[in-house]
Every structure is written in C-alpha cells, then in structure tokens.
C-alpha cells in the first residue's frame, strides 16, 4: 500500500507540473487579455488542453494516492512539483537551466528524501470523529485567516507574501486531509456515500480558497518569500494533521536529528531554486 501511496503521488506531481507548464507555455502563444476570448483562444491550443489533462490527472493521482498511504507521507511528495515542473519548462520555454539551479535541484530531491526516510511515516486509518476534526478545522481555518489579516497592505512585500504563502499551505494540508475522508468514503461505501459526506464539499470550498491565497501571495511580494512557506508549509502541517487526526506515526527521538537536518536541506534548495530561477514563479504556478 505504501509503495502505491508513493507511485501515485510521485505521478501527481509529476502530472501537476506537466499541467502547470503546458497551462503556462498556451498562455505565453496568446495575445495579452482576459475573459471569453483568453478561454476561447486558449482552448483552441493543444499545450492548454495537455495542461489542463495534466491538472486533472493530478488531482485523480493525489486522490489514489491517499486512499493507500498516510497523509504524511503523501502530501510532503508533491514538494516534487518544483523541480518537475522547472525540468519540464526548461526544454518547453526554451530556457537554460544553469548548474546552481542543477544543485538546488538536487537538494530539494536529498532533503525529501532524508526527511520521508527518517520520519517513515506510517498509518491506515482514513476517517476520524468530528471530536478531532473540530479542533484541526478550528485551528487550520483560524490560522488562515489570521494570515490574511496580518498580510493587510501597508506591511512589507516580503512579509505579506510569506504570510500568504503559509496560510495558502495551510489551506493545501487541510484540503488534502479532507480529500482523504472523502475518497475513503468512495472506496469503502460507494458514490452516494461520497456525495454525501461533508468532507466532499470542505475539500472543494478549502482548494478555492488555498488557491485564492497563493494567487494573492504571488502578487504580494518577491516567490523567495511565498515558496518556502508554502512548500515547507504544507509538508509540515499535512504531517502534523495526519498524526493528530489520523492517528499516523512518525519516528522520533534520536530521529529528529536526520529529520531536521533534512528539512534544511530542502529549505535551502527552496530558498536557492527562487534565487537562481528568476522566472520560476512564472514555471511553477
């Protein structure tokens, strides 16, 4: 099952990034504007169609992919999008790719590797009572609007994309959590029982809304603020949720040392990939 979890989400971010840079070449073909005519110009290009094919290959991939592995496992995979999406932009936007970039690259895939392997993440459970979804719903949608509002204009680009930019990560850890309720739902009882489930509608109205935010993010201030917060963030609070809500484990103790060390690892390759990428905001969303 475990091996199934890391195949699907590893194809989903695969998948996503395929989406994202296809999405993002169509675009770059199109006369600048907005509305009907963008949509209709747009449809009418084979890269908008493979992007969007891509998108929703992603969201089929996250869904299987939670159905047969823990949250904490799954969800801190699709940081993968990153340097997939900028190896598959770079032959696409004809754009080079310098040896930095190459070394931030491998940083994120050691760092993630370094953290999975020493947290092992492991759990099977896919529901919980609402006695433990009430606190995690309280806090994740508390902690996003307590974001918003501390990124109020007037503060500074840096900080109001960084804030942003986590409450978009925690809006992404809280629709995965909700998606895999949902999808356990589908496996276990049937369409009727999916759509009828309440998890189904919050992971639909949290994705808007996690979405919304990182558009607001990237608009905000400099990617070198927003991505780090929303690619460690997310990682983050996903494991956290899958632990308190799910009843997941991950190794601790001595454990903690490869565990944060990893994390820097990829925190760096973050932090570098924005610096030496210029245009990877455009690549990767």
Do not use: Y
């Given at each position: 099952?475990t091996v199934?979890?890391?195949?699907f ?6 998948s996503n990034a395929v ?5 993002r070449?169509a675009a770059s073909?199109v006369?600048?504007?907005g ?8 449809v009418?290009?084979p890269?908008?169609t493979?992007?969007?094919?891509g998108?929703?290959g ?10 047969n592995?823990?949250?904490a496992?799954?969800?801190p ?8 999406a900028l190896?598959?932009?770079v032959?696409l936007?004809h754009?080079p790719?310098s040896a930095?970039?190459?070394w ?5 895939l050691?760092?993630?590797?370094l953290?999975l392997l020493?947290t092992?993440?492991?759990?099977v459970h896919?529901q ?5 979804w009430t606190?995690?719903l309280l ?6 609007a307590a ?6 204009p007037?503060?500074s ?5 960084a804030a942003?930019?986590?409450a978009a990560?925690?809006?992404n850890?809280?629709?995965a959590?909700?998606m895999?309720s949902?999808?356990?739902r589908?496996?276990?009882d049937?369409?009727?029982a999916?759509?009828t489930?309440?998890?189904t509608y919050?992971f639909?109205?949290t ?8 558009e ?5 201030g400099p ?7 929303l690619?460690v963030?997310?990682?983050t609070?996903s494991?956290l949720i ?9 190794r601790?103790?001595?454990w903690?040392?490869?565990?944060t060390?990893?994390?820097?690892v990829?925190?760096?390759g ?6 030496v990428?210029?245009?990877l905001?455009?690549v990767?969303h």
């Open positions: 099952m199934l979890a890391v195949l989400a590893v194809l989903g971010a695969a989406g994202t840079a296809f999405q070449k073909t006369p600048h504007g509305g009907l005519g963008l949509l209709r110009a747009l009418r290009r890269a908008w493979i992007g969007i094919a998108v929703v992603a969201a089929v991939f996250q869904a299987l992919a939670l159905i592995g823990p949250l496992l799954v969800q995979l699709f940081i993968l999008e990153l340097p997939f190896l598959i932009a032959p936007m754009r790719l930095q970039a190459w931030a690259v491998g940083a994120i050691a760092g993630l590797a953290v020493a092992a993440p492991s759990g896919q919980a009572p609402m006695t433990r606190p995690v806090l994740c949608l508390g902690t996003m974001a918003v509002l501390l990124a109020r007037g503060r680009p840096l900080f109001r994309a942003l930019g986590a990560a925690v809006g850890a809280l629709t959590a909700l895999k949902a999808t356990g589908l496996a276990d049937g369409l009727p999916f759509l489930t309440w998890q919050g639909a109205v994705g808007v809304c996690a979405l919304l935010l990182l607001n993010a990237l608009q905000a990617l070198v603020a927003s991505q780090p917060a690619t963030g997310d990682a609070v494991l899958g632990v308190t809500l799910f009843d997941e484990h991950i601790t103790g001595w903690l040392v490869p565990e060390a990893g994390v820097l990829l925190l760096w973050v932090l570098r990939l924005t610096r990428v210029p245009a905001g455009d990767v």
